[in-house]
């Protein structure tokens, strides 16, 4: 949980490396700290997680000789203790006879714990903890291959660092203030014991002056020589020389200013936080938002930080209703939607966030039309070598999903224009062959691409080119699998051999099946009676829609899901049968023309990679890279597109990045001694090198984490083989999903991959539809706790689809996590 508390000032204390003065330090600040604020009742607390070596020379030993004189003001605690002086990992493996928190996350919970009951129990008065951490930055946790800066990470508590006063401590303070910073790390101050010879704090006070941090050198102790009481007298005499000296940020040898300093940043830290609502509703300009509905402060989400499938936020509290001074001001939530359908490895992950930053350090951005460089070339042949596999050549980078597609549009429509003879005409009204729901993005091409829809309605210039199904959908009702059919289009009367089990609907007829695997058995199914009805209703539509006059120039799907467009599953053997009947067809595409040399090149023997019918677009902005539990839709619908997008999860949802893949054919269509006759499309930062870095990185997580079988137990759940890569499953448990679609106020459930949606009943079911946000916002005030203490009480954060509310995990939700809000969310709607 977060630790932001208006009566307490949490500090964890980090030091540039061992032997630089840490817990010397951090007790001068304690004894500061007592001193300055002995007449108001504040208290002080010092806190080592885990401290090494004998316990009578510990860490809070030596805090609690040193400040015996302010021992009715200042406590001490240590979570664990290891006996060998050594890095704690293997302290720890040394004595199997004493207490071992089974995780990291344990330790980082512990801490939490001690923190909050400290808040609790001041009684509105003011305190402060200084949490102490062992050895350097990146000191091994108790859990290799973590170090402390990254499994601290999660508290996010404002850091002090000690700096190295030796010779190589400049370097050495810069690297560990960098790896904190890089890792989102708040260091308020820095304090450095005075060196005469060495004296780097002639550098560093400059150096962290400029970026608003707070330096103070402090006065060397004395030497140890004689008795150790006489050592110890001289010490005692320099902390009290040192605990209230230093008022200016510039330092006077003592430790003093730095109390005052971080007391300030607290307060101002603070303050910014809840002034942010007020200053967002003032100045943004939100997208998809009705600002006349979402206009108080209390409905403002104020993000401190992400870290995992968490935010640290603020909501606002109406008068009266503040939050006490001993309670955090920031909550942990889920991010259930994903940060919009973005975020899979969780947030502020550590291999992407280096592999950001050392991209950046290297290249910065830089252009890339007719050049190249590291990362976008090896992403390019990672892509071609996975989703690509056996069709594609070519990938065209640009900056998101949205753009992704209008490249993709664009090469298909091009494509279809040079065999069918439109091209380069101006003013054409050839459309596209797609599904009611579809959603490309808000370019003005994509926008095109789909039907009329709340999306687009009002935008002023929005011309739908197109004509799209209304495609039968795969939910969970009343615990049996059933595909249905949805919207306005007249279905034709089923076959006799599916009519027995088949129901008459609203919309048409529902089929049940016996379980989700085998809705998604498409080597069954794509010989099967409903195969062969769903290709005749497709030509048929498509024969009286050119006999109309209509022209298409691609066909254009978002596989297994509709996201955007309402998180329908779409009934993946209706996809498969569109590309069939769109590869099959062209003589339903040639439009008018019956010349000779049109003749010819529909006679011709054409090449297997060629595309043919219609060029078939994929897009997986969404679906793509294990966001259903698949790598590629190709492996689900057993056919390849022509051209597939890919964004959102190719960087993990840190930085903004699409690849549209095409294959050879499509980029042929192109080719020529004419630069007009080029894809005149492009981007700034087409290529960026750091988002292609960071999609190489998580490609490489995915690749890893598949390897070895993260995903076996819910595989296994589902009763899939952990090889079987077109058996479908979820990180949702089956059992779950049974249950949701039996609630008398669900209309039907559906899981796959991370992807959990739940379809709720409304007579005005649409995006318009208030009923998923009002769940929502029921289960948002619903606190979660996970039994196992793996993840902090939380809440979960989503937003609705109209009637239909989705939670989206990242790929490696801990399941005990998902456990814990699958109760919650049965909860909440067995209450309705």
């Not at 101002?268 to 003032?282: A, F, G, K, Q, V």
């Not at 990045?657 to 294959?663: C, E, G, H, P």
């Amino acid at each position: 949980m977060p630790l932001l508390f208006p009566n307490l000032r949490v500090h964890q204390v980090f030091g540039a490396n061992t032997d630089v003065g840490k817990t010397l330090l951090t007790t001068a600040l304690i004894r500061s700290s007592a001193s300055r604020y002995a007449g108001a009742g504040k208290r002080i607390f010092y806190l080592k997680p885990v401290s090494t070596g004998p316990e009578s020379e510990s860490d809070v030993a030596f805090v609690e000789r040193h400040t015996r004189q302010y021992a009715d003001r200042i406590a001490t605690r240590n979570l664990f203790q290891y006996r060998e002086p050594m890095s704690p990992h293997l302290a720890a493996q040394l004595a199997p006879d004493l207490p071992f928190p089974k995780s990291n996350d344990e330790l980082v919970r512990g801490v939490e714990k001690y923190v909050a009951e400290v808040a609790s129990g001041l009684a509105g008065k003011d305190g402060h903890v200084f949490v102490e951490t062992a050895g350097g930055v990146h000191s091994p946790a108790l859990h290799p291959p973590h170090t402390q800066s990254t499994f601290l990470r999660p508290l996010r508590l404002p850091a002090v660092l000690i700096a190295s006063p030796h010779l190589g401590g400049i370097s050495t303070t810069l690297a560990s203030y960098e790896s904190l910073s890089i890792r989102g790390y708040d260091v308020n101050a820095v304090l450095c014991l005075h060196d005469p010879y060495y004296r780097n704090d002639t550098f560093l006070r400059d150096y962290f002056k400029d970026r608003g941090v707070g330096f103070w050198n402090v006065r060397r102790p004395p030497q140890k020589q004689g008795t150790v009481e006489e050592d110890a007298a001289r010490l005692a005499e320099w902390y009290a020389s040192v605990e209230g000296l230093g008022g200016e940020q510039e330092g006077e040898g003592g430790v003093g200013g730095a109390v005052d300093w971080l007391d300030r940043k607290h307060v101002e830290r603070i303050e910014e936080i809840r002034s942010m609502p007020r200053r967002t509703l003032d100045q943004v300009w939100w997208p998809f938002t009705q600002h006349g509905l979402v206009n108080t402060e209390q409905q403002v989400m104020v993000i401190d930080s992400a870290h995992g499938d968490f935010f640290d936020a603020y909501y606002a509290k109406p008068k009266g209703e503040e939050a006490a001074a001993e309670e955090s001001i920031l909550e942990p939530f889920f991010d259930g939607a994903a940060s919009w359908f973005t975020q899979s490895h969780g947030h502020a992950t550590e291999e992407l966030t280096l592999a950001a930053a050392e991209a950046a350090g290297r290249y910065g951005h830089v252009l890339f039309p007719s050049g190249s460089h590291k990362p976008a070339l090896e992403l390019a042949e990672k892509l071609l070598a996975t989703v690509g596999k056996g069709w594609a050549s070519r990938v065209f980078y640009s900056d998101n999903g949205s753009t992704g597609m209008e490249v993709a549009l664009k090469a298909a429509l091009r494509a279809s224009g040079k065999r069918y003879g439109w091209q380069g005409e101006i003013g054409g009204d050839v459309g596209v062959i797609g599904l009611r729901g579809g959603y490309h993005g808000d370019t003005i091409g994509a926008m095109d691409a789909t039907e009329a829809s709340t999306f687009n309605k009002a935008v002023d210039w929005y011309k739908g080119r197109g004509h799209w199904f209304s495609p039968p959908a795969v939910l969970v009702e009343d615990g049996a699998a059933t595909v249905s059919t949805t919207g306005p289009d007249a279905w034709p009367g089923l076959p006799d051999s599916l009519a027995p089990s088949s129901k008459a609907t609203p919309d048409g007829w529902a089929v049940p099946f016996g379980s989700v695997a085998d809705v998604y058995d498409l080597k069954t199914r794509s010989t099967s009676p409903l195969a062969e009805y769903y290709r005749a209703h497709i030509r048929e539509t498509l024969a009286d829609l050119t006999a109309q006059g209509r022209q298409f120039g691609a066909l254009v799907i978002e596989p297994t899901c509709l996201g955007a467009g309402g998180m329908v599953f779409v009934d993946p053997l209706f996809q498969l049968c569109m590309v069939d009947v769109a590869r099959a067809s062209a003589d339903l595409f040639a439009g008018a023309r019956d010349d000779a040399a049109y003749a010819a090149e529909l006679a011709r023997p054409h090449d297997a990679s060629e595309w043919r019918g219609l060029p078939i677009i994929f897009d997986e902005v969404f679906s793509g890279l294990y966001r259903f539990g698949y790598h590629n839709a190709s492996s689900v619908m057993g056919t390849t597109p022509d051209i597939s997008c890919y964004a959102k999860i190719l960087t993990g949802g840190l930085l903004p990045l699409s690849a549209t893949v095409a294959s050879s054919s499509i980029f042929n269509a192109f080719l020529s001694d004419r630069k007009v006759d080029a894809l005149l499309h492009g981007h700034s930062y087409t290529a960026n090198p750091m988002g292609c870095a960071v999609a190489l990185r998580a490609l490489k997580m995915i690749e890893d984490n598949d390897a070895a079988d993260t995903w076996a137990a819910p595989k296994a759940d589902w009763g899939v083989s952990t090889k079987d890569e077109s058996a479908r499953w979820s990180l949702w448990r089956r059992e779950f999903v049974d249950q949701l679609s039996r609630l008398p106020q669900v209309k039907g459930a559906m899981a796959m991959g991370t992807v959990l949606a739940v379809d709720l009943h409304d007579p005005d079911a649409d995006y318009g539809s208030l009923v998923g946000q009002a769940f929502l916002d029921r289960l948002r005030a619903h606190p979660v706790a996970d039994p196992t203490g793996s993840a902090p009480p939380f809440r979960i954060h989503s937003r609705p689809l109209g009637n239909v509310a989705y939670v989206m995990t990242s790929l490696w939700t801990k399941g005990e996590t998902v456990r814990a809000m699958e109760d919650v969310i049965l909860e909440e709607l067995q209450k309705a």
